[in-house]
């Protein structure tokens, strides 16, 4: 972060120094030494309950952290903590307290909040508090504000902030006053939008835990299928299916997610992993209650796909997380040594119930082949959480992952639908309603891959995650939105296949044919 930040007390400056990035992780260790504070007296409550010892904030690009303290261990999803802040300098508008116009009022043990700047006075997950931890009874708590839900924040105004614990009745500042803090270095702007739909070259695989069965209650069915075909998805890992049917659930994808005249819908299955192909399932096999399944992918991206769908155990149960992650990958280093048509492409999918860098992540993608987390973001935000149950007392958090090879395949786009926080131009796009995803807790995580292989006459090397790639013969090249190619030396072109070398038209209009046997002559329809 390194630049100048303050926190305006009233009639108190306090200075901050160099700021570096900080992990919400309920530890302090990164947070800058002189980091602007605000201390509260103990024992100053007036009754028993959780006791203020201070505030510190400082912020980066994106957020606005908050590090509260208490003079013993509290937990945020039961203790009676509100969090009030002035977002726009504006002490006549939001709710009235202590001379301030709060507009937003956020409950942490609802993980809910109410807001008087956006049209839907009810906001949730993401809108205002973007992370929160520990998710644990600790005397140390960090808390993550969206920049983008401050307008104090763009126009460099001071945000003013109460805390208030309802059950001891303390509070920080103490009555009749707020603190402020002023953002300074550069702050983020929106965004690039995430293009939703697919390319026709990838492949699209969606891994979403549907809450016990969820999608088949009255009331959420046409939420499910507005989703569904929203996404228009190749292979589907869903967790939480518990009473529907497997036959069930293949005729329902069957009638309604139409396929080409030459596919159909497939089926893998174990306890409440569920896993459906429009590509041929050549096999399943059983992991503990996960499932790993071959997918006959080859001929569309040159791999078949060898997919692991997990629900991994909740919350407190680390060794049992390990233990299935292990289970895990002495299967599929089995299976990965399997004769196959084509070369096999490694994904692990689902509900892993884990977050930073849990000790059975780190085994998944390091024990067999170096696999990456696709790393989606929310189609409109930079944020990764991909669960926040709105009655949970949790915070908002990121459970569901997707893993991948990037020696074998390129992942086109990633992405995480929540559609509580899309904008009504996006929802009218995809044909969805503002409440469709929350017909579960979890969201819905999206990887779309192609074959990292730009094909055989350009010969050159897998393409990075950027689309960046050397051909043996051509040169420094990127082939991200392939037909269309960058070209070092000539630029963008459209390339059309013609045996050993390409026909290309480039964008002056000119078209010409080059093969590795005549680079770097060329033959053009007229001089270049």
Known sequence: MGNLHQLILPLVLFAVGELNGTLVDGLEDDWPIDASTLTDAT????????????????????NLYLLVEFSAPV??????LTLLIDADDNPATGFPDSGRGMDFIWDFDRNRGTSTLTSR??????????????????????????????????????????????????????????????????????????????????????SWNVLRDAPFKSDNQAAFLRILEA?????????EFYDVSTALLLRYFQDNLQTASDQQWEIARMHDCITLSRFPIENSWPSNGNIVSRHLTGEAIGADLLIANNHFPCCENESGRVNEAANLIQLLGTR??????FPQSLIIGGDLNSGGRAPELIDLTTSLVPLEMASPRHLYEYDQYTWGSLGSFWGSSRLDFILFDPATLFRDKAFILDTDVLPSSA????????????ISDHLVLVMDVRSPQLPEPLQAAPMEADGSTVSNWWGTLNGLEYPWIHHEDLGW???????????????SGIWFWTGSSTWPWIYAARGL
Request: hydrophobic share 35%; charged share 25%; aromatic share 8%.
């Open 336 to 341: 990965l040594q399997d004769t196959t048509s």
């Open 121 to 206: 006075g009810d906001i949730g997950r993401g809108n205002l508090v973007e992370r929160i931890a520990p998710d644990a009874s600790a005397t140390i708590h960090e808390i993550a504000i969206s920049l983008e839900a401050l307008p104090a924040a763009q126009t460099r105004d001071p945000v003013h902030i109460i805390l208030k614990e309802e059950n001891s009745r303390d509070r920080v500042p103490d009555s009749g006053s707020a603190f402020s803090y002023t953002l300074e270095g550069p702050l983020s702007v929106q965004p690039m939008p995430i293009d939703p739909f697919k390319d026709p070259r990838a492949i699209r695989i969606v």
């Open 493 to 507: 072109m459209y390339l059309y296949e013609s045996g050993q070398g390409y026909w290309s038209r480039h964008t």
């Open 427 to 438: 929802l009218e796009q995809l044909n969805l309603e503002a409440g469709d995803t929350f």
């Open 75 to 80: 937990n945020l999803r039961t203790a009676d």
């Open 231 to 239: 996404l228009n998805p190749d292979i589907v890992l869903f967790q």
């Open 43 to 62: 024992s100053d409550t007036l009754l028993a309950g959780p006791d203020f010892v201070r505030v510190s904030a400082t912020n980066d690009a994106y």
